[in-house]
Nanobody, 121 residues
Framework: QVQLVESGGGLVQPGGSLRLSCAAS????????MGWYRQAPGKERELVARINNTGSSNYADSVKGRFTISRDNAKNTASLQMSSLKPEDTAVYYC???????????????WGQGTQVTVSS
């Protein structure tokens, strides 16, 4: 089995910063990509940022210049540094990993349980 555990969510004032972390554990052969999605109340889940195993990353337009995703391939971890937070960033943030459990197995997507980020004064 595979587990993704997120941490670092919470309440922050507009303009503040938060850092989310995600650790993948279990039966993992390799991780092709890790990323973060978010889902606000009444809205669809959307991609925030993703990073592949070469360090190439991409971001949603709404967070470019404010969020930075990073990854430690050796530790199977990923982080999302969020700065200049806005009320519209309020959402549940989910870590996701596209990984192989064995060299012969297909790449499958695994999700964390989500962590709440609330931006409010």
């Amino acid at each position: 089995q595979v587990q993704l555990v997120e941490s670092g969510g919470g309440l922050v004032q507009p303009g503040g910063s938060l850092r989310l972390s995600c650790a993948a554990s279990g039966s993992i052969f390799s991780i092709a990509a890790m990323g973060w999605y978010r889902q606000a109340p009444g809205k669809e889940r959307e991609l925030v940022a993703r990073i592949n195993n070469t360090g190439s990353s991409n971001y949603a337009d709404s967070v470019k210049g404010r969020f930075t995703i990073s990854r430690d391939n050796a530790k199977n971890t990923a982080s999302l540094q969020m700065s200049s937070l806005k009320p519209e960033d309020t959402a549940v943030y989910y870590c996701v990993a596209a990984l192989q459990r064995a060299s012969w197995s297909p790449v499958t997507r695994w999700w964390g349980q989500g962590t709440q980020v609330t931006v409010s004064s």
